[in-house]
Nanobody
Framework: QVQVVESGGGLVQAGGSLRLSCAAS????????MGWYRQAPGKERELVAR???????RYGDSVKGRFIIVRDDAKNTVSLQMNNLKPEDTAVYYC?????????????WGQGTLVTVSS
């Protein structure tokens, strides 16, 4: 069974930094795309950042210039470096893996990790 597991959430003060990590297991292949989404209380899940297997990245408007996504296909991992955190970044962050060879529409979600930014 293909899975992704997040780690690295926690409590941080505004202006601080956190690094989230996500590791895929159950497959020897790399996802077509790996990324991070978040969901704050009462809000819809939104894109934070995505990284394709050909090197392109995409960021949500609210995190551009502050967050950096890094992908390591050799280890089948993706990480999210979050800098200059703001209280509005408080949310549950989910790792996502999209598409594998022969299973283009596969979506795999992690269980989520909570990030809390205090003011």
């Amino acid at each position: 069974q293909v899975q992704v597991v997040e780690s690295g959430g926690g409590l941080v003060q505004a202006g601080g930094s956190l690094r989230l990590s996500c590791a895929a297991s159950g497959t020897i292949f790399s996802f077509n795309s790996m990324g991070w989404y978040r969901q704050a209380p009462g809000k819809e899940r939104e894109l934070v950042a995505r990284h394709s297997n050909i090197g392109s990245t995409r960021y949500g408007d609210s995190v551009k210039g502050r967050f950096i996504i890094v992908r390591d296909d050799a280890k089948n991992t993706v990480s999210l470096q979050m800098n200059n955190l703001k209280p509005e970044d408080t949310a549950v962050y989910y790792c996502n893996g999209h598409g594998l060879p022969g299973v283009a529409r596969l979506e795999v979600w992690g269980q989520g990790t909570l990030v809390t930014v205090s003011s």
